[in-house]
Each structure stands twice: as C-alpha cells, then as structure tokens.
C-alpha cells in the first residue's frame, strides 16, 4: 500500500489493499484482546500504525518502499509452496474451497491486467504475475487430486 501511495497509483489500485489491512490488523488486536491482553493489542495498534505512519512520510526513501514491495514475491512463493508441499506430501487437498481457489486464481490473472492498465507500473505487475503463477499451481493440484480424500474420509458414491 505504501508503495502504491508513494507512487501516486489511483484508490482502485491500492484500496483493496487498504481494507485488507484494517482487517487483518483488528483480527491481530482482537486476537489479543480475547486472549485477554487488551494493553498488549493496544501496543500492537498504536507500534504497527506508527510504522505506516513512517512508511508513508518523506522520512522514507522510496527505494526502501520499492525494496519491501518486492519483498512481497518472495513472501508469496513461500507461503504458496508450503501449502503446495503440503498438498503433495498428504496426496490430497484436505478441505481447501474449490471456490476459493478458483476465484483466487482468477483474482489474480484480472489483477494482472488491472495493475498494467492503472499503474503501468512492472515491479506491481510481476507482483500479480508470481501470485496467479503460484494460484495455478494450487488450483491444478485441487483438480489433480479432486477425487481423492484424507485417509478415513473416503468418499462415498
């Protein structure tokens, strides 16, 4: 997000981004506000906006934001050939969504395109490329092993 800010991108481009962000840091604060440490989220809330806050001032050349953005790939193949390996070592899916798979997958490739046509921006673009690239994977093993299941959930005809 800070990188598509700094770059002046269009709220389309980045916005998604944005909500995502909310999301994931009220679950981070909620996560610890049930396990009952409300101060220690509050910790958490003020420690990750502040460093948004530094991330999206002039105090941070924008070569250090163009270098966490393309941190982001590597971070996308792990996390993806950790699920892919453990696909491949359970020879089958387990309970992944073939919806959410699919749409995953699909989000991406349109990602791809929209990036291109809103950003023109290439470092955005082979970002979307890497994770349609790894989604396809992922989707092709759910079809590779649709009809298998976990040992002791055999389908039934």
């Known amino acids: 997000m800070a990188y598509s800010i700094a770059h002046s991108f269009p709220f389309s481009a980045w916005g998604e981004a944005l909500f995502l962000m ?3 840091v009220a679950i981070g604060f909620l996560i610890q506000h049930y396990r ?10 003020v420690l990750y906006f502040s460093l948004v806050a530094i991330l999206l001032s ?3 050349p ?8 393309a941190t ?11 699920q892919v390996s453990t696909n491949y070592r359970n020879g089958h899916t387990g309970q992944l969504s073939a919806v959410t798979v699919l749409l995953l997958f699909a989000g991406s490739l349109a990602r791809i395109f929209t990036s291109i046509q809103e ?3 290439s470092l955005m673009a ?15 093993q ?8 976990p040992p002791g959930r055999q389908k039934t005809e």
């Open 142 to 149: 759910l079809l590779y092993y649709w009809n298998c299941a």
């Open 72 to 82: 982001n790939m590597p971070a996308i193949i792990i996390s993806r050939l950790i």
């Open 119 to 121: 950003t023109g921006d």
């Open 22 to 24: 909310i999301q994931t």
């Open 62 to 69: 924008l070569s250090f934001v163009a270098a966490m953005q």
């Open 36 to 45: 009952g440490s409300s101060l220690r989220g509050l910790a958490f809330l």
């Open 58 to 60: 002039p105090v941070t």
């Open 126 to 140: 082979l970002t979307y490329v890497v994770s349609s690239s790894c989604n396809a994977i992922i989707a092709g």
